[in-house]
């Protein structure tokens, strides 16, 4: 059973404390011993700095943990990085496997947010804390919004296209709508390129320096885009590229049993916007760079197929820049595509 909280003093005492976040408000659930504290506010300004002022004046110093979810909890994560509070921002599906693990399925946003207040204690594998800056979550927002505007004008492209062949075929003349139609989407395309230009603009304002971009700007097929978001989107602490791999959703499944083994495919779990400008800057490495081409022929002849040889060369590339990002290298083509025997594994 879970207490009502009337003030945000009893959340000072807990040792965890979860959120579910949703557009309009936060749940907001603190584990105390055996007791259990709840509360809901809006997702505004005045609401969550007032809960994070009283948790860092309270002497609250443990995690908080919420999910990442689109972009209504970054609001939340800048404010509790500003008052210094430890905010840990997860996946989805991570807490996915502990509300299943419950006997009861009863589904509520303070159930919700109780199961990720336990996550402070039970949970091994949650990530750092982000400590959002103004200028990430701008990034962050631009780069969503240059996502969705992507993916609204291939569909509206593909669309106008297939229906232009169609009149095209019977023999009609374009009415003023689908004129109107074409500059729409000419306008929706200079607007996806002013957005492309003030996101790189942001990447120069980013924490890290010009080096770092100068030396991702190296590697095969990395655009000025590419590099920003590569630079940006990634945890730098982590202790292997795997991690990196599975952020962009660029690992591959595996399916076994006993001998059976089936055939494995990427997960997509990761960052979307951020995979399909890696499958892109493979593809342009493979059309402008001899070394990459010729690991793409090698690929191509040891039985891949086109879209297969793009994504490992995608994650290829990943991993050098992990190289280049944490351990501090530079970019060798000597060494990145010294070995050409195709590992089956990749």
């Not at 997860?90 to 919700?112: E, G, M, V, Y």
């Not at 890696?278 to 081409?293: P, Q």
Request: charged share 25%; proline share 2%.
């Amino acid at each position: 059973m879970m207490n009502k909280a009337r003030t945000f003093e009893p959340f000072c005492r807990c040792t965890g404390l979860g959120i579910d976040v949703s557009k309009a408000s936060l749940a907001v659930v603190g584990v105390e011993g055996e007791t259990v504290w709840r509360m809901e506010i809006a997702n505004i300004v005045e609401a969550i700095e007032a809960l994070a002022k009283s948790l860092s004046e309270g002497g609250y110093r443990h995690k908080v943990v919420c999910e990442s979810t689109g972009h209504y909890h970054l609001l939340l994560g800048l404010i509790m990085a500003r008052h210094g509070l430890d905010l840990r921002i997860i996946n989805p599906l991570q807490s996915s496997k502990h509300q299943q693990s419950r006997i009861r399925k009863t589904k509520t946003d303070s159930i919700d947010a109780y199961v990720l207040a336990t996550m402070c204690e039970t949970e091994r594998d949650l990530p750092a804390a982000p400590h959002l800056q103004p200028t990430q979550v701008l990034i962050r927002l631009k780069q969503g919004q240059l996502h969705a505007l992507d993916k609204q004008l291939q569909r509206l492209t593909q669309s106008v296209n297939a229906y232009a062949e169609t009149y095209a075929q019977l023999g009609l003349e374009s009415s003023a709508s689908a004129v109107a139609l074409q500059q729409g989407i000419a306008a929706l395309k200079a607007t996806k390129r002013h957005l492309q230009k003030e996101l790189e603009a942001l990447f120069a304002q980013g924490e890290h320096n010009d080096v770092d971009m100068a030396k991702l700007r190296a590697v095969p097929g990395f655009s000025p885009m590419v590099a920003g978001l590569v630079s940006t989107a990634f945890d730098r602490q982590a202790k292997s590229d795997r991690s990196w791999v599975a952020y962009a959703g660029l690992d591959v499944s595996i399916r076994e049993s006993g001998t059976w083994r089936g055939r494995g495919k990427l997960t997509k779990r990761g960052n979307s916007f951020l995979r399909k400008r890696l499958y892109c800057a493979a593809w342009g490495a493979v059309m402008n760079y001899d070394e990459v081409r010729h690991y793409y022929d090698t690929l191509k002849a040891a039985g891949r197929n086109h879209v297969e040889a793009l994504c490992i060369i995608a994650r290829k590339l990943l991993r050098i820049a992990y190289t280049i990002l944490v351990k501090g290298k530079e970019y060798d083509p000597a060494l990145a595509f010294a070995r050409q025997i195709v590992d089956k594994s990749l």
